[in-house]
């Protein structure tokens, strides 16, 4: 049932990010895509492996539900953070659009936690807060530095 929910969230958000018109240039939406996944894919190695903070159980469909997590829909999210705040004009806003966000993705991390996709160990609830806020600010800062090189000639979306 787990993997069904996550299944239908994930092509739900596929759906509706390729319908979206977006402010990024294709190449930009496939290196933000990657460099989210990287992110995300060497948090849940790191607390998975090494500091065994995030149990996954053994169950071929939880782990599954994880990997389509890692790989399509948090990603997809992080990309249409980037598109939101490339659109946002003022600062206070784009605060509140990264709080909105940074809630977003602890409260699917949590979710996961709740249905049993992966379990945190000894685990303070404001990790997650500071981790998605530092990814986010990573995702930001890389934005920044390569639209400058993307966009050197004078072509802008």
């Known amino acids: 049932?787990?993997?069904?929910?996550?299944?239908?969230?994930?092509v739900l958000a596929l759906y509706?990010?390729?319908?979206k018109k977006k402010n990024l240039h294709i190449l930009e939406i496939l290196v933000y895509w990657m460099?989210?996944?990287?992110?995300?894919?060497n948090f849940s190695a790191l607390c998975y492996m090494n500091f065994k903070t995030i149990i996954i159980p053994d169950q071929l469909s939880y782990a599954f539900a994880h990997f389509i997590n890692r790989i399509v829909l948090i990603p997809l999210l992080m990309v249409t953070f980037l598109h939101f705040f490339l659109t946002t004009s003022s600062n206070l806003k784009k605060l509140l659009l990264m709080i909105i966000f940074i809630i977003l993705f602890s409260g699917l991390e949590w979710l996961a936690d709740f249905l049993g996709v992966f379990k945190h160990v000894?685990?303070?609830?404001?990790?997650?807060?500071?981790?998605?806020?530092?990814?986010?600010?990573v995702l930001i800062g890389f934005m920044k530095f390569f639209r400058k090189i993307l966009f050197k000639g004078g072509f802008y979306v």
């Open 1 to 10: 049932m787990t993997i069904i929910f996550y299944a239908v969230l994930n």
């Open 16 to 19: 509706f990010f390729i319908k």
């Open 35 to 41: 460099i989210s996944s990287y992110l995300f894919q």
């Open 122 to 137: 000894h685990w303070q609830l404001w990790w997650s807060f500071s981790f998605w806020f530092a990814c986010l600010l």
